[in-house]
């Protein structure tokens, strides 16, 4: 499922390409496109056209568009393959085409909802009094969010019982975070994945947050992680991270900082990559 970066390489691209258009016809190909929005297809584009999308927003792995003044949102979740692409109108329909959106200016691209395994979906929603969509309203902000609480999360870090992956995992904790971001902070910090939050102190959660932050940061420059042709921008563009990581996918590969070969491991139906090495496992608890 793409991160905080891929996600935020999408939502510039619906920024530059698709705030601040008006809608005139929404088409909805697939019914699974739209089963997070419970009145159905045809109550989804009825409440789309004819309205102004105001912005393109993100919180976290979440990505919304704004719609007008009518207090509503069309929330956008990519899943395991969705992709959201900008295509002139007589571009021939992709194979896996879901939705599709028209405008009534004289850009004359529209927006079409991709989508393989149709895991994702777009849906409306009303908007809380913050502008975020309701559904999503738990969702901590996201360490790249200038209002982003340092503070809180490490005192929030200190009151879990629970391990370091697993609170960066934790979307109502810090939001943005996936596995593969994950991997590449505990690398930096040299922290293993299961290392209780509780022992860690005030300038090792610092420090965490700031290769969290430096992480991300690097993976934007370059539009993201890909690893497949599914994750895509707006303009059907991969992203060139893949060829940086220094944890995530290099289970035998010698560590970059020490040589040792990396470690994989089952861990939460997913895999951690980590240096057994550098990141020592943590002591068992008596």
């Known amino acids: 499922m793409p991160e905080l970066p891929e996600v935020e390489v999408v939502r510039r691209g619906l920024a530059a390409w698709v705030a601040g258009r008006t809608i005139t016809d929404v088409q909805v190909l697939h019914p699974r496109a739209v089963r997070r929005h419970l009145a159905g ?4 584009a009825a409440r789309l056209r004819t309205h102004r999308v105001a912005d393109a927003c993100r919180r976290g792995k979440y990505l919304w568009l704004p719609l007008g003044d009518t207090g509503s949102s069309i929330l956008a979740h990519l899943g395991m393959s969705g992709q959201l692409l900008v295509q002139p109108p007589d571009a021939p329909d992709e194979k896996h085409l879901r939705i599709r959106v028209r405008f009534d200016d004289a850009l004359g691209t529209e927006l079409r909802f991709v989508d393989q395994r149709t895991f994702g979906g777009l849906s409306v929603h009303d908007n809380t009094p913050d ?5 999503i309203a738990h969702i901590a902000r996201d360490p790249l969010d200038p209002l982003f609480d340092d503070d809180a999360f490490h005192r929030a870090l200190r ?3 629970t391990t370091v992956k697993r609170a960066l995992l934790d979307q109502s904790l810090i939001s943005g ?3 593969i971001y994950a991997d590449e902070a505990l690398w930096r ?3 293993h994945y299961d290392r209780p939050t509780a022992t860690l102190t005030r ?3 610092a420090e965490l947050l700031g290769h969290v932050r430096e992480v991300m940061t690097a993976a934007l420059a370059v539009g993201g992680t890909t690893f497949d042709s599914l994750y895509v921008n707006v303009n059907g563009e991969s992203g060139y991270f893949d060829r940086s990581l220094d944890a995530y996918g290099r289970e ?3 560590c970059r900082r020490c040589s040792t ?3 994989r491991r089952s861990w939460m139906n997913r895999s951690s990559y980590f240096c057994p090495r550098c990141q020592r496992a943590p002591r068992p608890t008596p």
């Not at 297809?41 to 989804?44: A, I, L, Y």
């Open 41 to 44: 297809g045809e109550d989804f």
């Open 131 to 135: 502008g975020l969509p309701d559904v």
């Open 159 to 161: 009151a879990r019982r």
């Open 177 to 179: 975070v996936g596995n």
């Open 189 to 191: 910090s040299r922290l």
């Open 203 to 205: 300038p090792r959660s």
């Open 252 to 254: 035998g590969e010698p």
């Open 261 to 263: 070969p990396m470690r």
